[in-house]
């Protein structure tokens, strides 16, 4: 496999390559009939790049059609257009092009600032209006082969994701240039689908396996209304006791704020949305067999029943069909069946609340599932015989779990502890971090250890020597200009942040255009220092503020309605 970054510049360009079979690191700079013998000898290998998708091909792809890299650079950045379009003789280039970018929200040096890493930006700036000097050739191979080293990092961390990609190619015989293709990409080619218009967006069907008797039949014909076919309209309602969002997206309800502890059950439909595009004919009508997304359903289910890991790609092909059926640019765009599926599943799921309702204490709704509370194991086989009679009806199966604790912020953030101490959680406040997304660990930590050890947070964070552990990883998105440190413009957009206590420290902001406001990063400190140098081997200095980190655990305590 080779790794590949390019950095392109008005009179110069260079890119990095390293391969992993020889480990040998190549730079080419400005040659192109260099980076062509190079492409010759290795154009059967897989290329990996980060954001190579929508950048870095097209760049190696000009070159390779004697275009000017700049102008290519400058119709992607500039012009914000898609690289495909520059030329159709792109087309004609064989490329096993890899992204390991699965994250567009993401940038590298955002992974790089998560890893410890050092986020530290080249001095040399990309506008500049004449040739490179030595010293500034130098210092960008330097730092390109940081983004390609970095890039080797991140693809280790989700090797899952391209083993993924692979085995979609493998187990449905697709030729190796499709790994170019995002999976929703993938599976509109798996199912055959052809691009069709469709002009009835909104002419929605009520499931005919539907019950809804008389106290929410309102919301029923909420959906029938012509005038609230709009995606902006939404109804605000409260089914079961609990406030309800019933609208175009999915079914959301809770409890905000709640916590609690005795005998919970959780229910989820299995498979939902593919069910439902099965069971109820709801699969975009762009795909010429409807039958073999079922056969996949079926396979899938085989394979898992057997543990072979080979199920794996069916279920990609399953899961990512709802959403490709929402992209305008998908094969299988069909906003009407996307539509059915969404409605459907949030009607029959207000179905089996309302059957449910008088047999327990509804805490949760979320698209597919429920969280109840219940008084004993009487009540549980009670609801479990009623439910059965909601699924032979909609010919949908339930999935149960029990756990004896719940701390609820809101639907979207939760934290569910069982009966031998393990827990299941959700939301940005208590999720389980990976090293991908390692923000602000420490008041995760503290949430986690207080929620199912009654740890205090002051205990987790004054005992915690790790600086990693501290760090706030924020960025600047390409709608601003500069990051801003006090009232000083920085070079680097993206920042490792820590709270201070020093007086002489300022906050970090960012800046849309000059004469605008600065706007202050969200969830910083009024006063941190910035550390975007490698942390490996730093000690915690006595500057950090640890009470500013106590203090953010203990609000976000109160936000689920929690009091240290």
């Not at 089914?239 to 409890?255: C, R, S, T």
């Not at 498979?271 to 079926?298: H, T």
């Not at 924020?474 to 009232?487: I, L, N, Q, R």
Request: hydrophobic residues 35%.
């Amino acid at each position: 496999m080779l790794f590949y970054d390019f950095e392109v510049f008005k009179y110069d360009w260079l890119v990095v390559i390293m391969d992993t079979d020889t480990h040998k690191t190549n730079v080419i700079i400005n040659k192109s009939s260099e980076l062509k013998k190079f492409y010759e000898n290795n154009k059967i290998n897989i290329w990996c790049g980060y954001n190579s998708r929508g950048y870095d091909q097209y760049i190696l792809k000009g070159i390779l059609c004697d275009f000017n890299p700049k102008d290519i650079n400058d119709w992607i950045i500039v012009k914000h257009k898609m690289g495909w379009q520059y030329s159709s003789l792109f087309n004609r280039i064989q490329l096993f092009n890899y992204d390991v970018m699965t994250n567009k929200i993401q940038s590298l040096k955002q992974l790089e600032g998560f890893l410890g890493n050092n986020i530290k930006e080249t001095s040399v700036p990309f506008d500049i209006d004449r040739k490179l000097t030595r010293a500034e050739i130098q210092e960008t191979v330097k730092y390109c082969k940081s983004d390609v080293e970095n890039t080797m990092n991140v693809f280790i961390q989700r090797k899952e994701e391209f083993t993924s990609h692979m085995s979609l190619i493998k187990a449905f015989k697709l030729p190796l240039k499709y790994i170019n293709k995002t999976k929703p990409q993938l599976s509109a080619i798996i199912l055959g689908a052809s691009k069709r218009d469709h002009d009835d967006e909104f002419k929605i069907t009520i499931p005919d396996t539907l019950k809804i008797g008389p106290k929410y039949q309102y919301i029923v014909d909420w959906y029938k209304n012509p005038l609230n076919r709009d995606y902006t309209k939404k109804l605000n309602t409260e089914v079961a006791g609990v406030p309800h969002i019933f609208a175009w997206g999915g079914l959301h309800g809770a409890k905000e704020k709640y916590s609690g502890e005795g005998l919970y059950i959780n229910c989820d439909v299995a498979s939902l949305y593919p069910s439902i595009m099965i069971e109820y004919g709801y699969l975009s009508r762009n795909v010429s067999q409807p039958k073999k997304y079922a056969e996949i359903r079926e396979t899938r289910l085989k394979l898992k029943k057997e543990k072979n890991p080979m199920q794996a790609p069916y279920k990609i092909v399953l899961n990512s069909t709802y959403g490709a059926m929402k992209d305008k640019y998908n094969q299988l765009y069909d906003p009407l069946m996307a539509n059915n599926v969404c409605i459907t599943g949030q009607l029959l799921l207000l179905d089996l609340i309302e059957k449910l309702e008088p047999y327990c204490e509804l805490i949760q709704s979320n698209t597919d599932g429920l969280f109840l509370k219940i008084d004993n194991n009487d009540t549980f086989k009670k609801i479990k015989s009623i439910a059965h009679e909601w699924e032979i009806r909609t010919r949908l199966t339930l999935e149960w779990d029990t756990f004896k604790k719940i701390f609820q912020k809101d639907v979207n953030n939760y934290i569910v502890i069982h009966e031998d101490g393990t827990y299941k959680s959700k939301g940005a406040y208590v999720k389980k971090l990976g090293s991908l997304d390692y923000d602000l660990p420490i008041v995760n930590k503290a949430l986690i250890n207080y929620f199912t050890k009654n740890i205090p947070p002051r205990d987790t964070i004054s005992n915690c020597d790790d600086l990693l552990e501290f760090q706030k990883v924020v960025k600047a998105s390409s709608k601003y200009k500069y990051a801003m440190y006090g009232d000083k413009i920085l070079n680097e957009k993206c920042l490792r942040v820590f709270a201070s206590r020093s007086r002489h420290d300022k906050g970090v902001f960012k800046l849309k255009s000059e004469g605008k406001n600065p706007e202050k990063f969200a969830n910083t400190p009024e006063r941190c220092f910035i550390l975007n140098g490698d942390l490996k081997g730093v000690n915690i200095p006595q500057k950090l503020d640890r009470n500013w980190y106590i203090n953010t655990t203990i609000k976000r305590l109160n936000d689920f309605g929690v009091g240290e």
